[in-house]
């Protein structure tokens, strides 16, 4: 059963040995957890262990598993259809009400407060028809997630979530036939198309007229460290930092999902990808976040090679974070050695 440390209860017996993120070994196979055990594990920054089932948790754990899993999916759908009816208002009327955003959003993120296992979390969420409405919620999710792991306070997390759900409120300003618009944009609609930035800084001024920072985060998510981007082209040190967030987020979300012309692809092939755009696009601070705290979560995830095999990943090399250790069957493939080997899927636990 892989705990998190923090979870564990003094009698917990490890399942299988416990290494460091260099491969040191910490704690063999078969230790009984006591504190000074969880102790030494903090010191090693190991997140997770497997320990064995205890004792009375074989009927109740997956029943509660499943009970998790059926009120996340309810409280996301609930809070989807709640940004519905922000964003119609928005279409409507050009504004929208606040306290609708407060009262759709606490609740779902109350209910993830404690959910340790991020990438189990982005897996159950993550959905193939993606649109405006769901890819909100999502970024809003994560910008939730790397707020908290840059160290924000409790206040300033749910504040730089809110403004990952209501970054694309501007969008409602778009013509249905260019924002749904499944192929290539021509220049005049994509013109049209980036200028979802500035109404939504309008909306949100309309709507929360003490709220400026959120307001600036939907006109900055498309801004560049390299002076790339959109609406104003401005550079590093120029972009508040919540909007740095938030386009880490945004381009995490857009690049897991199939809706932007490409096929969908592994969380290991986006977070590479992310990984490289934090070299000179993307704030490095948000990209190391969210890079360092969801690798240590893909160990123990099961996963599909692109030779067809199936194995589970047991050890991240610190000098390669997308070239896993991989347990296949009885034997392991070293995909930092096997170079043409490379992970294809990360698979959802059933």
């Known amino acids: 059963m892989r705990t998190h440390i923090m979870d564990l209860i003094q009698g917990d017996r490890l399942k299988s040995d416990a290494f460091n993120k260099v491969g040191l070994h910490v704690l063999p196979k078969g230790t009984t957890i006591r504190s000074e055990e969880i102790a030494l594990l903090i010191r090693q920054n190991i997140n997770y262990v497997d320990i064995e089932i205890r004792e009375g948790e074989e009927l109740t754990k997956p029943a509660d598993k499943v009970d998790f899993s059926q009120r996340l999916r309810e409280n996301f759908d609930l809070t989807i259809q709640g940004y519905q009816s922000i964003f119609l208002e928005a279409l409507t009327t050009g504004k929208f009400n606040q306290s609708m955003v407060d009262d759709k959003l606490k609740p779902f993120l109350e209910t993830i407060d404690d959910r340790k296992d991020v990438v189990s979390l982005l897996l159950t969420l993550g959905r193939d028809d993606v649109n405006i409405y769901n890819h909100s919620l999502q970024v809003g999710l994560l910008s939730y997630y790397i707020a908290t792991w840059l160290g924000y306070s409790k206040e300033e997390v ?49 709507s929360m007229v003490d709220d400026e920072t959120t307001a600036l985060v939907a006109l900055q998510h498309h801004e560049y460290e390299d002076r790339s981007g959109y609406p104003l082209g401005i550079g590093k040190n120029e972009i508040h930092p919540y909007a740095e967030i938030v386009a880490v987020a945004n381009v995490y ?70 070239k896993p250790l991989v347990k296949v069957d009885d034997f392991f493939r070293d995909l930092s050695r096997e170079r ?5 899927e990360i698979l959802l636990e059933a």
């Not at 618009?181 to 005049?188: F, I």
């Not at 995830?301 to 997308?322: A, C, Q, R, Y």
Request: aromatic fraction near 8%; charged fraction near 25%; avoid cysteine.
């Open 340 to 344: 043409d080997i490379v992970i294809e």
């Open 158 to 206: 749910y504040n730089i979530s809110k403004a990952g759900y209501l970054h694309d409120i501007g969008k409602s300003q778009i013509s249905q036939s260019i924002r749904n618009r499944a192929g290539q944009l021509v220049d005049e609609e994509l013109e049209e198309m980036k200028r979802h930035t500035k109404y939504g800084y309008d909306i949100i001024r309309s």
């Open 253 to 322: 979300v857009d690049l897991t999902s199939s809706s932007e012309g490409h096929s969908k692809q592994s969380l290991i092939t986006v977070l590479r990808e992310v990984y490289g755009l934090g070299f000179g696009k993307l704030n490095e601070r948000p990209v190391q976040a969210l890079i360092h705290n969801l690798l240590p979560n893909f160990i123990g995830k099961n996963v599909l090679l692109s030779n067809g095999e199936m194995g589970t990943i047991v050890f991240n090399h610190p000098t390669d974070f997308f």
